[in-house]
């Protein structure tokens, strides 16, 4: 783990250091009144540039990107990785060359998806985000070491038949990649699991825009915890 840490922090000063230029660059440019704007872009004159949104701006970082290790801390049996492996593919992980990946703005989803990941990662960060609440960073994940086995379709499916046989590792995962938590409505007693999902209708009744209520009330709750063993000690840190 340390030495994931020592690259992950190499790449995160990389990263930083091209941020810094480029936002100095801008800030110069406004306060000077020498900058344009091209559709969605801001430049300066030397012609550094960031993205403008309403909700989300940002910097595209080039060239950074570190291969790296991540150990099996979780040391699970064989049968119950894949099951976590089946609901991140369900939700967050994609496929890059027949390789899973996932592309997230999370810092504890690289941890808790490499965890299941385990082995030869190559990760890259892409652009650092600006939002009204702070700045986040986008870092993509790449396996080497595993190779992806289900499309993201069966792997929806399989979910289900895994939660309709009370099996509830794969609905955690699935979960930790695009669940919604609101811990308001957790304390005043209400308990719903949520899952935002392209095709909801697949995981159960509509809850907004493409999401679905999976399942509700504290039992649910409690076997998601249970179902978590090993894995949940990792949460908690």
């Known amino acids: 783990l340390f030495g994931f840490r020592e690259a992950m922090k190499r790449l995160l000063l990389e990263a930083w250091g091209q941020a810094k230029e480029k936002l100095v660059a801008l800030y110069k440019a406004v306060a000077e009144n020498v900058y344009r704007v091209e559709g969605k872009r801001l430049y300066a004159p030397d012609g550094t540039w960031m993205y403008l949104n309403k909700t989300v701006s940002g910097i595209t970082i080039r060239a950074v990107s570190v291969e790296t290790y991540f150990p099996d801390v979780l040391k699970l049996p064989r049968e119950k990785l894949n099951l976590f492996q089946l609901g991140w593919r369900a939700s967050d992980e994609g496929n890059n060359g027949n390789r899973p990946f996932i592309g997230t703005t999370q810092s504890w989803q690289v941890f808790a998806w490499s965890a299941v990941r385990y082995g030869r990662l190559h990760l890259h960060i892409a652009k650092i985000n600006i939002t009204r609440e702070g700045v986040s960073v986008t870092i993509n994940v790449r396996s080497k070491s595993w190779k992806q086995e289900w499309d993201k379709e069966r792997a929806t499916e399989l979910v289900v038949e895994h939660l309709k046989s009370d099996t509830w ?41 493409r999401k679905a209520l999976v399942a509700s009330g504290r039992k649910t709750f409690e076997k998601l915890k249970s179902a978590a063993g090993t894995y949940g000690l990792l949460l908690d840190l």
């Open 169 to 209: 590792e794969p609905l955690l995962a699935m979960w930790l990649g695009d669940g919604e938590s609101r811990r308001g409505e957790v304390l005043k007693g209400s308990y719903k699991i949520v899952v935002a999902h392209k095709n909801p209708e697949k995981l159960g009744p509509r809850f907004g825009v």
